[in-house]
């Protein structure tokens, strides 16, 4: 067996054998039982670190927190900082700034000196790129080589795990007892993120998703009452009271009959909503503006997409034949965007001429589908408004359809308020496929600032009540 392997596997069964000394150590749950979610924690980073080492994506972070050297000196542990740490940084750093010079060389619209200029500086840009990345990398394994229990705390089990348990507990608080939101600031916090970063993000979602997944499919019953887990009570839908209308007069006085039929409406199919959170959705998607018209299509308060709405049994709704071809120039621009800079990063020294040229082809032709997509999607939004008559641009159409469909995935989701957004936003099949909320930038503001404007209704709800 090759010694890099073997010194690989050595460290994992190291690492395997601090998690099972955690475990056992941490039987007696504490009030929040944290055992179960603090495997969860160290079970998915510990398989973070193994991806990172076979991926060739390792940049120093380690140990059961999976934090790199300079975070876990401000939370005051012994942390190694060598020679080989920082030029393997530097050189990363100067690593991925030449592959973003060589995608904007296979992007730019300027004018050439000479034919291929672009793509040839993309090449050379590219093949520097992966050269520098390639010895970025073999200082960072020289330097986790060096990596010991008594000279680095990341790899001491007895005080990570101390403080795995402190910054657990103190994200928890910051919180409100919101899991979620609680286990998205433990990470930014091992990732050494400012305080004011959002506590869920692209980045940190897939983290989120699992530890709370773990803990919602084998904790106690008693264990999850000790947390928020993001559910609506039904009540909330069933007897919202008449306080909720205080809320929303300033911001939304017309729509407020609307939303009160929907819920006279409400027959068991699908979930009993807030009438809050559904107010909330409908300021995050149009601003209550009842003309509103996406980029992509979408329109009215609650900016159903036309192949959505007729789904609903929406009956006037304006989908030309064009329609289709511009979702269809939009998953092509992406693909060939994707495919692109697929290219540039396989680039060699024998091959970057070739590749680099077709990379550039490629992005060229995304770019030129950008502009079709771009160009239709104009062109739909324009005769959408002068025509008027869509279901979805009717007010009470829209709202009446809208809480159907979010009605709906509540129920699907079983009252889950992130998942039931996240699967508004991106697709139930989304949150099926990642098994949570997608990580994608878009659903994942848009969960954030539905839960925004949700709990700002719910605070004045309280003012008054008070």
């Avoid at 790199?68 to 030029?87: C, H, T, W």
């Avoid at 007895?158 to 979620?180: H, I, P």
């Avoid at 300021?283 to 308060?301: I, M, P, T, W």
């Avoid at 995304?366 to 979805?392: A, M, P, V």
């Amino acid at each position: 067996m090759p010694l890099k392997k073997r010194l690989i596997e050595t460290e994992l069964s190291f690492l395997l054998f601090i998690v099972t000394i955690i475990c056992l150590a941490s039987a007696p749950a504490a009030s929040a039982n944290p055992s179960l979610i603090r495997q969860s924690i160290i079970h998915f980073n510990l398989e973070s670190y193994k991806k990172n080492l076979s991926d060739g994506s390792y940049k120093g972070a380690t140990g059961i927190l999976l934090m790199g050297p300079e975070v876990a000196r401000s939370f005051g542990l012994k942390a190694l900082i060598n020679q080989d740490y920082m030029v393997a940084k530097e050189l990363n750093n100067r690593g991925n700034q030449l592959f973003a010079r060589a995608v904007s060389a296979i992007t730019t619209q300027k004018k050439e000196n000479f034919s291929g200029e672009h793509s040839e500086r993309a090449g050379e840009l590219a093949l520097e790129s992966k050269e520098t990345l390639g010895l970025s990398r073999k200082y960072f394994e020289a330097y986790r080589s060096k990596l010991t229990p008594e000279i680095d705390d990341r790899l001491n089990r007895a005080t990570c795990s101390a403080l795995l348990d402190n910054l657990l507990g103190e994200s928890v608080k910051m919180a409100a007892y919101n899991l979620r939101d609680a286990l998205g600031i433990f990470h930014n916090r091992c990732q050494g993120l400012p305080e004011n970063s959002p506590a869920l993000s692209p980045k940190n979602v897939k983290f989120v998703n699992y530890v709370f997944h773990e803990f919602t499919q084998k904790a106690s019953d008693t264990d999850k009452e000790r947390f928020d887990l993001g559910k609506q009570a039904m009540r909330r839908g069933t007897n919202p009271g008449s306080l909720w209308k205080n809320a929303v007069k300033e911001e939304g006085p017309l729509f407020i009959s609307l939303v009160e039929k929907c819920l006279d409406k409400q027959k068991g199919d699908g979930y009993p909503v807030d009438p809050l959170l559904f107010i909330a959705l409908i300021k995050r998607e149009s601003n209550f503006d009842a003309r509103a018209v996406s980029y992509v299509g979408a329109a009215g308060l609650t900016q159903i997409m036309p192949k959505t709405g007729k789904g609903l049994g929406m009956k006037d709704i304006f989908m030309p034949s064009y329609f289709g071809e511009a979702i269809s120039l939009m998953e092509r621009q992406r693909k060939l965007r994707k495919r692109a800079r697929v290219l540039l990063s396989e680039v060699t020294a024998t091959n970057k001429t070739k590749l680099a040229k077709d990379a550039r082809g490629l992005m060229q032709k995304s770019l030129n589908c950008g502009r079709e997509r771009s160009k239709l999607f104009r062109r739909y939004k324009r005769e959408l408004l002068k025509k008027d008559r869509d279901d979805r641009l009717k007010p009470g159409k829209a709202i009446e359809y809208g809480y159907k469909y979010f009605s709906r995935l509540m129920k699907a989701q079983n009252a889950d308020i992130s998942l039931a957004l996240a699967s508004y936003n991106a697709g139930p099949h989304r949150v099926k496929q990642y098994n949570g909320i997608p990580p994608y930038k878009e659903t994942v503001s848009f969960r954030n600032i539905v839960l925004k404007y949700y709990r700002e209704y719910l605070n004045k709800i309280e003012g008054d009540d008070s």
